[in-house]
């Protein structure tokens, strides 16, 4: 992030602190409808259109070294395979033989040369190609390349490695944005993964990724653990295309240094740093909602990606992935423990009160939810979803108005101009 980004964010911070409403120009939100978190159609409608049209995360170059490593994935309701091909590319297919639809894939990770139905004991080398099949004398004149695996969408940033379910989708990079260039110094491209887990939560899985997309909750979820050491009024919120979304809020001037996880020595023990942090990340909490469920506060000193899916209108999981900076060779250092025991904490205190919002919604009392500015994001984040599956094909009682117009899309911001206005005056 250059001198003028980190300056601007600075004057936002303050004019954040200083409004005593929201900016004058930022449109008036309509209540979201309450039937996006519990009507079955909107379920159906995300699972035919924003499941299937989105870049979702699914692996790590870590889970995938060696040419012929391979990993199961499903979290998206498909069932597929990546793996690093020899030409190393990482390729993912439907986990679907194309003679009778058997998993060719059993084992949720390995590595091989050739991947083998089990079934019937077709072949595929790892380009998804058919090599071989059982007794082809009775297959009359079958043509081996249009008999191949179904590919998916596969495209990297870094390390990580996305899929996408749309043969007609943009690009990574394109979908991305400038995001992309923002992410640069946190090196997706160099850290390590740390940790990788996946928790069951009992709530629409909106419910638990929105608690990740707003710090208005923050004095009360988190009085004791993020309160502490973010300053949640000098938060700035900012919008992108295609429904992602930013949040960089500064930590308290009087804050002890053990409520910065990033920066506090874990056991004695001061943690190694990712190399070009620049300040923003140093001395704010910077958060980045990417559409369609990730969130990810980036540190100095790693961080966590958070994926929300659903399970269900009423369950969800909520996938944990960690990254840090390259430790060498052996096993992870001891104190990457206590800090995913703490941040582990903090996730508990969102996502255990998710379950009893979903029973209050669930109730004949919830007809909407009336969003402030500080929640916009959220907002932001509907209005992208209506425009990806297509506001005719929603019921009217479910839609959302796109009243967040371009204006406020970076890189533009009001906010900066009444700025520059009043300081002209």
Same mark, same amino acid.
């Given at each position: 992030?250059?001198?003028?980004?980190?300056?601007?964010?600075? &004057?936002?911070?303050?004019?954040?602190?200083?409004?005593?409403?929201?900016?004058?120009?930022?449109?008036?939100?309509?209540?979201?409808?309450?039937?996006?978190?519990?009507?079955?159609?909107?379920?159906?409608?995300?699972?035919?259109? %924003?499941?299937?049209?989105?870049?979702?995360?699914?692996?790590?170059?870590?889970?995938?070294? &060696?040419?012929?490593?391979?990993?199961?994935?499903?979290?998206?309701?498909?069932?597929?395979?990546?793996?690093?091909?020899?030409?190393?590319?990482?390729?993912? #297919?439907?986990?679907?033989?194309?003679?009778?639809?058997?998993?060719?894939?059993?084992?949720?990770?390995?590595?091989?040369?050739?991947?083998?139905?089990?079934?019937?004991?077709?072949?595929?080398?790892?380009?998804?190609? %058919?090599?071989?099949?059982?007794?082809?004398?009775?297959?009359?004149?079958?043509?081996?390349?249009?008999?191949?695996?179904?590919?998916?969408?596969?495209?990297?940033?870094?390390?990580?490695? #996305?899929?996408?379910?749309?043969?007609?989708?943009?690009?990574?990079?394109?979908?991305?944005?400038?995001?992309?260039?923002?992410?640069?110094?946190?090196?997706?491209?160099? $850290?390590?993964?740390?940790?990788?887990?996946?928790?069951?939560?009992?709530?629409?899985?909106?419910?638990?990724?929105?608690?990740?997309?707003?710090?208005?909750?923050?004095?009360?979820?988190?009085?004791? $653990?993020?309160?502490?050491?973010?300053?949640?009024?000098?938060?700035?919120?900012?919008?992108?295309?295609?429904?992602?979304?930013?949040?960089?809020?500064?930590?308290?001037?009087?804050?002890?240094?053990? /409520?910065?996880?990033?920066?506090?020595?874990?056991?004695? $023990?001061?943690?190694?740093?990712?190399?070009?942090?620049?300040?923003?990340?140093?001395?704010?909490?910077?958060?980045?909602?990417?559409?369609?469920?990730?969130?990810?506060?980036?540190?100095?000193?790693?961080?966590?990606?958070?994926?929300?899916?659903?399970?269900?209108?009423?369950?969800?999981? %909520?996938?944990?992935?960690?990254?840090?900076?390259?430790?060498?060779?052996?096993?992870?250092?001891?104190?990457?423990?206590?800090?995913?025991?703490?941040?582990?904490?903090?996730?508990?205190?969102?996502?255990?009160?998710?379950?009893?919002?979903?029973?209050?919604?669930? /109730?004949?009392?919830?007809?909407?939810?009336?969003?402030?500015?500080?929640?916009?994001?959220?907002?932001?984040?509907?209005?992208?979803?209506?425009?990806?599956?297509?506001?005719?094909?929603?019921?009217?009682?479910?839609?959302?108005?796109?009243?967040?117009?371009?204006?406020?899309?970076?890189?533009?911001?009001?906010?900066?101009?009444?700025?520059?206005?009043?300081?002209?005056?």
């Amino acid at each position: 992030m250059d001198a003028r980004a980190v300056a601007d964010l600075r &004057r936002l911070m303050e004019y954040e602190a200083a409004r005593t409403a929201p900016p004058r120009d930022f449109p008036a939100l309509p209540d979201l409808p309450g039937g996006r978190y519990t009507d079955p159609r909107f379920a159906a409608l995300e699972k035919e259109q %924003l499941w299937r049209r989105s870049w979702l995360l699914a692996g790590h170059l870590d889970e995938l070294q &060696r040419p012929g490593s391979f990993k199961l994935w499903d979290m998206a309701g498909q069932p597929i395979f990546l793996v690093h091909a020899r030409s190393g590319e990482i390729n993912a #297919f439907y986990n679907t033989c194309s003679h009778r639809g058997a998993p060719v894939v059993t084992e949720a990770t390995g590595r091989r040369a050739r991947f083998t139905c089990k079934y019937h004991g077709w072949v595929y080398d790892d380009e998804g190609r %058919l090599q071989s099949i059982r007794d082809a004398a009775d297959f009359a004149d079958l043509d081996f390349s249009c008999r191949s695996l179904r590919r998916v969408r596969c495209e990297r940033h870094g390390k990580l490695v #996305f899929v996408n379910f749309d043969e007609d989708a943009v690009p990574l990079a394109e979908w991305l944005g400038v995001i992309a260039d923002e992410f640069a110094e946190f090196r997706f491209d160099a $850290t390590r993964l740390v940790d990788h887990h996946v928790w069951d939560l009992d709530c629409n899985w909106k419910i638990a990724m929105e608690a990740n997309m707003e710090v208005y909750h923050v004095p009360n979820i988190h009085p004791t $653990t993020v309160a502490v050491g973010l300053d949640h009024r000098r938060n700035v919120n900012s919008f992108y295309p295609h429904g992602h979304g930013r949040m960089i809020a500064p930590g308290w001037e009087s804050a002890p240094p053990a /409520s910065n996880y990033r920066a506090a020595p874990v056991g004695g $023990t001061a943690r190694p740093e990712i190399a070009g942090v620049g300040e923003i990340g140093h001395t704010c909490t910077q958060s980045y909602n990417l559409f369609p469920n990730w969130v990810s506060p980036l540190g100095p000193t790693g961080y966590f990606v958070l994926n929300f899916w659903p399970n269900g209108i009423d369950k969800s999981k %909520l996938e944990v992935w960690w990254f840090g900076p390259d430790w060498g060779e052996g096993p992870r250092p001891a104190y990457w423990a206590d800090t995913i025991t703490y941040l582990n904490s903090v996730l508990r205190e969102d996502t255990e009160f998710g379950g009893w919002i979903q029973r209050s919604q669930e /109730s004949y009392g919830f007809k909407g939810v009336p969003l402030s500015y500080q929640e916009a994001r959220i907002y932001h984040w509907h209005q992208a979803a209506d425009a990806l599956i297509g506001p005719e094909r929603i019921p009217p009682e479910l839609r959302v108005a796109p009243v967040i117009g371009a204006d406020w899309i970076m890189p533009n911001d009001p906010r900066l101009d009444a700025l520059a206005a009043r300081a002209a005056a």
